[in-house]
């Protein structure tokens, strides 16, 4: 077994309205800062041990689909690492 | 007949609930979520409040807890199932109906009364309105906006399982009339069943006849079937 670091990224899917990243664009424009647009996303990091890196990332992948993200809401993407 | 109101930690309306259904002659006990279902449960509501802290996502914790598991199969059984604010989020979250309650709009926790419009009147949670009926309801959520699919609002909308939408005093759904950007104006809808309902409004507090309004008994009526 080898020791993995799997990065969950979940971020709400394209169109789907983010009144929180609206509310954080807003303050930063109060702060004097100019952008033309802000998303946020969920990250997770999960430490693991796996046979290989395809099995890390199945294992973190299920983690997404069964609980990290909600699929009507929500995309998401792994990456895993060797730590 | 018993009905189980399923009480995790942070949920908040379970007192609510029962003391609402008791005035209505229905019989209903809480129901710690780690003790599962009584042998005698013929209803379940899943009530209001803060589930696990509203961790990840509101509902989402509580949605996999192992009790989840005996609602769902007392829901395909055909036991009655209410799904209240936080309740809804939950029924959402474990699958018991479609769709999500996410961010309000405002991005703000709403705690205000609202009008919803009675879309389908043929299910125990509606049969004492008629279709059309303006109810006025309490909400109080933070996650409240109906989110879905397209295809799958189409086939709430053709299979008739939206069951209430938020409107205004007349009655008439409209975009100023809607609490937090929920899809469709959708405040309550159906599972596959019209046994199993969830609904973000808040019918144990329209109930009691001291506490301003009672527009909500006719959805707890749904348990004296």
Redesign the interface.
């Known amino acids: 077994m080898t020791a993995y670091t799997a990065t969950v990224t979940v971020r709400l899917k394209h169109g789907v309205l983010d009144p929180e990243a609206e509310t954080t664009r807003k303050a930063l424009e109060r702060l004097g800062f100019e952008l033309d647009a802000l998303r946020s996303a969920d990250r997770f990091e999960i430490d693991l041990d796996a046979a290989s890196a395809e099995e890390a990332k199945a294992s973190a992948e299920e983690m997404a689909e069964r609980l990290l993200a909600n699929p009507t809401i929500h995309d998401y993407e792994v990456e895993v690492e060797e730590r | 007949m018993t009905v189980a109101v399923v009480q995790f930690g942070g949920s908040n309306c379970d007192r609510d609930s029962v003391r609402a259904l008791s005035h209505l002659g229905v019989d209903a006990e809480r129901v710690w979520h780690e003790d599962g279902l009584p042998a005698e449960t013929t209803g379940i509501v899943l009530p209001g409040g803060f589930s696990y802290g509203d961790y990840?996502?509101a509902g989402?914790m509580a949605a996999?807890s192992p009790i989840m598991d005996e609602v769902r199969a007392a829901a395909e059984e055909g036991t009655p199932v209410l799904g209240v604010c936080n309740g809804a989020q939950i029924g959402?979250?474990s699958g018991l109906v479609?769709?999500?309650f996410?961010?309000?709009?405002?991005?703000r926790f709403q705690c205000e009364r609202v009008h919803v419009r009675v879309e389908n009147a043929d299910t125990p949670w509606t049969d004492a309105y008629d279709a059309g009926d303006v109810l006025e309801l309490p909400i109080a959520h933070g996650e409240g906006?109906f989110?879905?699919?397209a295809e799958n609002y189409d086939r709430l909308e053709r299979e008739d399982r939206i069951l209430l939408r938020y409107c205004d005093a007349d009655g008439d759904v409209t975009d100023a009339a809607n609490p937090n950007?929920s899809t469709g104006n959708v405040a309550g809808v159906l599972g596959d069943r019209e046994s199993v309902a969830v609904m973000m409004p808040h019918p144990e507090r329209a109930t009691l006849p001291d506490l301003d309004g009672t527009d909500g008994q006719g959805v707890l009526r749904g348990f004296r079937r």
């Open positions: 990840l996502r989402a996999r959402c979250e479609p769709g999500a996410t961010t309000n709009r405002s991005a906006r989110e879905i699919a950007g």
